[in-house]
């Protein structure tokens, strides 16, 4: 890092522009708009000092992002003095919104500045804090450089709040001093935002969007924020430590930006845009984080229009944007300003990125969502969303939903395809519930009634597990979902007609709709199906499959499974007997059972050496094995 030289005599160099913020707030009138600088940049003193005249001003419009500070001119007594109009609702002022005291304005992101260079917003006033002055005259925004930089561009009068506390960042966030009217010397603490632990259930669902990131993706983590479940996309930070050369385009940078940096995980050095550089434009965190960006090159702050652009973000090369809904309905659509019809936060960043990185090459949109309310009594993915509920992403443009019992791709899905696939990643206590809520909407085919209890029992991390092939090649394994019908089409439709034969025990060259469907729809409670997967750009491909089912009597499963030609004699058949036999095992599963063609020498090699006691029996070119654990 370098050390900024600053120049200790600005007070007398500029005494001319020198006030307190007492003297400076004295310029606010009556009816005039005010913008506030946004979240930890907010100039504490000034919107102090402009809330005690109160009782001098009217019909004051406070014009905000959103704020970290207190927010005092929120209060009920002084809602003649000042409204707000907030372009996201933050925590401090949503009750007053939702009392009437203020107003919220939908608007992407990355639109807000040319209501501002517009005129359609015009600005009277704007309050910032700004670092001091170096040597050559300039100051820098410091932590928040967002849409504060167009309210510069825009306001009338702009009365800065200078604080040594401000860390300096450098590309557009330096200004010259003389760009602004009031300087007004302070020298408090900034304003910190401590990231809380990360809820249990918000932990799984990062864990499950981790692997959806590759190696070299450029991410971005929206700055939602839901219950008590805090800001989701920041958890899945701690699972991203171990990912190689990853960049960072985002709105908003928080303290865990630097675990990423020291773990290795982050260097930029594969973006198609801004190499090397973390790009932001809002920093909200603690002291610690405010030491490490002070003067650090390594940071690009760039104001809203450019980080929020579609197109500034579709440019980069695996662009990954991972944000926030409060409610998903079984088309895909995606509310995430409002709960139960109830204004609660805003649309953000939302948009602006789902756009970008829907067009970015190997670019990945996902959306996070718990399956339920912190108290586990209503389901956040519904049949339909709640009347009042906004729509922000709207089903033509949903990719992937992730929750805590896995991940959703929805994008070029069929209504049925996508019902099925969010119910499988809702929470189980609900999904039988939204089974037939489905059905009943027409959503799922009637044919299908009577499949509900197979949606009910989720596969744990005991149902996981992956192989590295000796290629480099990861194939991972997980339970069957209801989701891998035209997976399971593609499978079965492009097995050789050995392969098909040492599998079915017949030449059968078509498979029934009705067929497909018992290989993905499977009683948990009593049933295992394995499938193997790789991925892909559409997803993943299934390359392997293995089931066992139990017979009761006996206490013995049946096993069956096959391997795509072109992933044979790579030990994937071995691999999966030996997992499919350990959940059999923690199941209280006495052994398999088994028949196999006389002709089938690979499939009776894994089952002789399988290291259990096998007995077989042939009888008509079948060879019957019984496999005791």
């Not at 707030?25 to 005249?53: D, H, Y």
């Not at 669902?205 to 991410?219: Q, R």
């Not at 603690?286 to 809203?304: A, E, M, V």
């Not at 189980?428 to 509900?452: D, M």
């Amino acid at each position: 890092m370098m050390i900024m030289d600053y120049d200790v005599n600005w007070r007398n160099n500029y005494k001319e522009m020198v006030s307190t913020a007492k003297r400076a707030v004295k310029q606010i009138r009556s009816g005039q708009r005010v913008f506030i600088g946004t979240g930890c940049g907010e100039p504490t003193e000034l919107v102090s000092a402009m809330t005690k005249r109160a009782g001098e001003l009217a019909d004051v419009e406070i014009i905000q992002l959103f704020t970290k500070g207190s927010a005092p001119y929120a209060q009920q007594k002084f809602a003649n003095s000042f409204r707000i109009n907030a372009f996201f609702i933050g925590q401090k002022v949503r009750d007053a919104i939702r009392k009437g005291v203020g107003s919220y304005t939908p608007v992407l992101l990355s639109n807000v500045p040319n209501l501002f260079n517009s005129g359609q917003i015009p600005i009277d006033v704007a309050l910032i804090q700004v670092t001091r002055p170096n040597a050559a005259g300039k100051v820098s925004l410091g932590v928040s450089v967002d849409i504060v930089r167009s309210a510069i561009d825009n306001a009338s009068l702009i009365v800065a709040q200078v604080n040594p506390n401000m860390p300096w960042t450098g590309s557009d966030s330096v200004i010259d001093i003389h760009d602004l009217d009031i300087l007004v010397p302070v020298d408090v603490p900034l304003l910190e935002h401590i990231l809380p632990e990360p809820h249990e259930v918000s932990r799984k669902i990062g864990k499950n969007v981790a692997a959806l990131v590759p190696d070299g993706a450029t991410l971005q983590m929206g700055m939602g924020r839901l219950q008590e479940y805090g800001r989701i996309p920041y958890a899945v930070v701690e699972f991203l430590k171990n990912k190689k050369n990853l960049g960072i385009h985002t709105e908003m940078i928080t303290d865990n930006i630097i675990e990423l940096i020291e773990s290795g995980a982050v260097t930029g050095s594969r973006k198609s845009r801004d190499r090397g550089k973390i790009v932001t434009s809002l920093c909200m965190g603690t002291k610690k984080l405010y030491d490490y960006i002070d003067d650090n090159p390594l940071f690009c702050f760039r104001p809203t229009e450019y980080v929020n652009d579609s197109i500034v973000i579709s440019e980069q090369t695996k662009m990954i944007a991972i944000n926030m809904a409060q409610e998903v309905d079984l088309t895909g659509q995606v509310s995430s300003d409002s709960i139960e019809g109830i204004l609660y936060s805003g649309i953000g960043g939302l948009v602006d990125f789902n756009r970008g990185a829907a067009r970015s090459k190997q670019g990945k949109t996902i959306i996070c969502i718990p399956s339920t309310n912190p108290e586990g009594t209503k389901s956040n993915i519904l049949s339909g969303l709640k009347s009042g509920a906004g729509v922000v992403i709207t089903r033509g443009t949903v990719h992937y939903i992730a929750t805590e019992y896995g991940v959703a791709y929805l994008y070029g899905k069929s209504i049925q395809e996508r019902a099925i696939a969010l119910i499988s990643i809702a929470h189980p206590a609900f999904r039988e519930q939204l089974f037939n809520e489905a059905v009943q909407a027409h959503y799922i085919h009637p044919e299908l009634a009577g499949f509900e209890d197979k949606f009910i029992v989720s596969a744990d991390d005991s149902m996981r597990t992956s192989m590295l092939l000796n290629d480099g090649t990861q194939i991972n394994f997980r339970s069957i979902l209801p989701t891998d019908e035209p997976l399971m089409r593609e499978l079965v439709y492009t097995l050789s007609k050995e392969t098909v034969y040492y599998r079915f025990m017949n030449h059968q060259a078509n498979f029934t709709h009705r067929q497909i469907q018992d290989f993905v729809y499977i009683d948990h409670r009593k049933d295992v199906a394995i499938v193997g997967v790789v991925p892909e750009a559409h997803g993943e491909d299934i390359v392997a499959v293995g089931r066992y089912y139990l017979d009761t009597e006996t206490n013995r499963a049946e096993i069956a499974f096959v391997v795509h030609d072109k992933w044979q004699n790579k030990s994937l058949g071995s691999f999966l007997f030996k997992f499919l036999a350990d959940i059999a095992k923690r199941n209280g599963i006495t052994g398999f059972t088994a028949e196999v063609l006389r002709e089938n020498q690979r499939m009776q090699t894994i089952f002789n050496h399988s290291g259990h006691k096998v007995t077989t029996c042939l009888e008509e070119g079948v060879y019957s094995y019984v496999i005791d654990f």
